[in-house]
């Protein structure tokens, strides 16, 4: 006889239930989010059946839950929670939820369609070791931002000729001047020698000359603060510069590591053979993207996946094409922004842009739509395993002719 599991994953403890061919319970229990409570799940599930024969369903494709039920050599299936969501009026009418129920619901979902899920393929230890560094600049590039709205929010209110005097309030230049002269009073003596020799200390790559620089110090606006109020913000200053500092320092650190990961890949080569990608983005690409070649059998599911295809709904007489909410967020971060850069490198992808915007997309819909097209090459050389060359593109030929 043939078992189904459904596991409804919570933060401090895990329902389980097992279903029979007919949709019967024969196992329901609860198990702790530790390692005595995942371990007693599996040994339990083991007397049901053997792992390899007991596929469960589950609603997140990772986490340390999926990787244990992996090495016990469980099947393991993720549904999707809107999925989850619309099949719950199947079983009670009143809508409401609870983790056991969940549960059963996975294991009868898998039960009657199953056979519309994909088993979940783990990709490498490279490739979820380049994820998880990849995901985390990314979040730490987050919070970076958003430090960085604030010190400027306060420094624009009492103190904007710091604001004016780089372009970047986050870069290290900026952050050592605010850190060396937070208030308008601590800069009232500086000139041009004193700049110069800050700007030597900190190792400043001289872009802008320094009768430039304090030309817009000078003329920023002066804040309208009294002394009390200044220090004060002086103070709230230093201290974001103190955050600030070390955060981009250790983000441009794992940055650099990311660069170095990637270029050893082989993915990460073909990636990075088309234009305008760079290793950060390539990376951040191929860290959604994997390298589980049967993921996605078509460039349609991937193009879903990435969420640069619409979606359809039409009911009779009624059609509406719609933007895809229910996608890979990260993943489409990283190809519209690989696919603005392409269009400075390639004729082909700066044509097929123009004629969105030309009929009346706005900036965001035509790099999704020049998206679109870009992802049947990549997928095509993901599959291949070949490196993207411009002669080999059909659709960039006749630019290259023109050339």
């Not at 609870?98 to 490739?127: C, N, W």
């Not at 049967?294 to 990435?306: H, I, P």
Request: glycine content about 6%; some cysteine.
């Amino acid at each position: 006889m043939n078992y189904f599991a459904g596991i409804d994953w919570g933060g401090s403890q895990h329902a389980i239930c097992v279903v029979d061919e007919a949709g019967k319970i024969v196992l329901a229990l609860q198990v702790a989010h530790d390692d005595e409570g995942l371990r007693s799940m599996c040994q339990q599930l083991s007397r049901v059946s053997p792992a390899e024969s007991l596929p469960i369903a589950i609603e997140r494709p990772s986490g340390l839950l999926v990787d244990t039920l992996m090495q016990a050599g469980n099947p393991v299936v993720p549904i999707h929670p809107n999925v989850v969501k619309a099949c719950r009026p199947r079983y009670r009418a009143a809508g409401g939820k609870h983790d056991p129920g969940d549960a059963y619901l996975l294991a009868d979902v898998l039960r009657t369609d199953g056979h519309r899920f994909r088993r979940l393929s783990p990709s490498s230890d490279a490739i979820q070791a380049l994820r998880a560094m990849v995901r985390t600049r990314d979040d730490l590039v987050a919070e970076r931002i958003g430090l960085a709205n604030q010190l400027r929010a306060l420094l624009e209110s009492f103190w904007p000729g710091a604001v004016a005097l780089f372009a970047e309030i986050d870069s290290p230049i900026a952050l050592a001047f605010v850190e060396r002269y937070p208030t308008p009073h601590s800069a009232a003596r500086l000139g041009e020698k004193r700049l110069a020799s800050f700007l030597a200390s900190e190792h400043y790559c001289g872009r802008r000359p320094v009768s430039e620089l304090l030309q817009r110090l000078h003329e920023a606006p002066k804040g309208r603060v009294g002394a009390a109020e200044e220090e004060a913000k002086g103070e709230l200053a230093k201290t974001l510069t103190r955050i600030l500092t070390p955060l981009v320092g250790e983000i441009a650190r794992l940055s650099a590591r990311i660069e170095h990961e990637v270029a050893q890949l082989a993915d990460g080569t073909l990636v990075m053979s088309l234009p305008r990608t760079g290793r950060l983005n390539a990376a951040q690409i191929l860290a959604e993207l994997g390298d589980v070649r049967d993921r996605f059998a078509t460039d349609d599911q991937l193009a879903a996946e990435a969420g640069v295809a619409p979606v359809t709904y039409q009911s009779g007489k009624t059609k509406a094409v719609t933007f895809r909410w229910a996608c890979n967020h990260r993943l489409r971060r990283a190809i519209t922004t690989w696919a603005d850069n392409s269009r400075r490198a390639s004729p082909w992808a700066n044509a097929i842009y123009a004629k969105a915007r030309a009929r009346g997309c706005d900036h965001p819909h035509a790099v999704r739509v020049l998206a679109r097209a870009w992802v049947r090459v990549l997928w095509k050389i993901w599959t291949d395993r070949v490196t993207y060359t411009p002669h080999a593109h059909r659709g960039a030929k006749p630019f290259l002719a023109a050339d």
